[in-house]
């Protein structure tokens, strides 16, 4: 979702160059096991003007139930990209995630803020984070709750699909942290990416952690009631219990909301309210 995303978005003014694991989606994407780092050494015969890592292991049960392939996926392909990239000064943007942090904060978290991971998925992406810090010139950028095209089983859109097919949803209200429009989110990645190629073009080293999110916060009963609301759907919106959820292995944290403070200062901008983008998404959908 936020791969094609980014393709999209940076294929206006950039050559860009596509990678998974299988490959597929046509010629431009290039098959990589990024957790081989003989493949890895391979991909990079002709250095890339930037990396801008989003591929994971995202699936949070998942990674409690395997925990080696959540570490190869999340840590260890991190480790692979960030070798090459340190040893060609190639500018590293690496995508992380709010469960870095525990969700006993009380208000939004800023970057500098304790880690302290409660769950396999988060530990394994903290573990990515200081693989990416080896790089010379690099972004840790964290983000939270993606939604948009091209992923149907992403929230927003798996919900969308019960409140229309369905006429009924009942969703958990035990999570609360910021949604994010993945076209936000590139332009963001986009933004950071071109300020990183240029200080390595001057010889320059860079390392920064950016929290990049929609502004304000929301639980997923508040977000499905919202896109009722919008839509005009008239459905029957309802509570679940966390009992109710089956094959939950992990933990979650209560409360993940990141502060966008520092991105938002550095460059001179400002990230929208869920609300406005989430209703941009839905409009874009009729």
């Excluded at 810090?133 to 929230?155: I, Y």
């Excluded at 798996?158 to 369905?166: G, I, M, P, T, Y």
């Excluded at 929301?218 to 959820?245: K, P």
């Amino acid at each position: 979702m936020l791969g094609r995303a980014l393709v999209r978005r940076l294929s206006a003014g950039h050559r860009v160059s596509a990678v998974s694991k299988s490959g597929g989606g046509g010629a431009a994407v290039a098959a990589c096991d990024l957790t081989d780092a003989r493949q890895t050494t391979r991909l990079f015969v002709e250095p890339p003007e930037m990396v801008i890592h989003t591929a994971a292991y995202s699936d949070v049960d998942g990674c409690e139930r395997d925990p080696r392939l959540a570490y190869a996926a999340n840590a260890l392909a991190v480790r692979n990209l960030a070798g090459e990239c340190r040893r060609l000064r190639v500018p590293l943007v690496h995508v992380s995630t709010d469960y870095v942090f525990d969700g006993r904060k009380a208000s939004p978290y800023e970057t500098d803020d304790p880690v302290f991971p409660i769950n396999v998925y988060g530990l394994t992406k903290l573990h990515g984070e200081h693989f990416a810090r080896t790089s010379p010139v690099h972004a840790v950028v964290r983000t939270s709750w993606l939604f948009g095209p091209g992923n149907e089983k992403n929230f927003v859109n798996a919900v969308l699909e019960c409140l229309r097919k369905l006429g009924a949803a009942d969703v958990l209200d035990d999570q609360e942290d910021a949604p994010t429009y993945v076209e936000d989110l590139s332009e963001a990645l986009e933004r950071i990416a071109v300020h990183l190629a240029g200080e390595a073009a001057a010889g320059r080293e860079a390392a920064h952690t950016f929290h990049v999110c929609n502004r304000g916060s929301a639980t997923r009963l508040a977000m499905t009631r919202r896109m009722n609301e919008v839509l005009g759907l008239g459905a029957r919106v309802g509570r679940a219990q966390t009992g109710q959820v089956a094959g939950r292995a992990a933990m979650r944290p209560r409360y993940v909301v990141m502060s966008p403070r520092r991105y938002e200062e550095f460059f001179g901008c400002a990230m929208r309210p869920w609300e406005e983008s989430l209703a941009d998404y839905l409009k874009s959908l009729r």
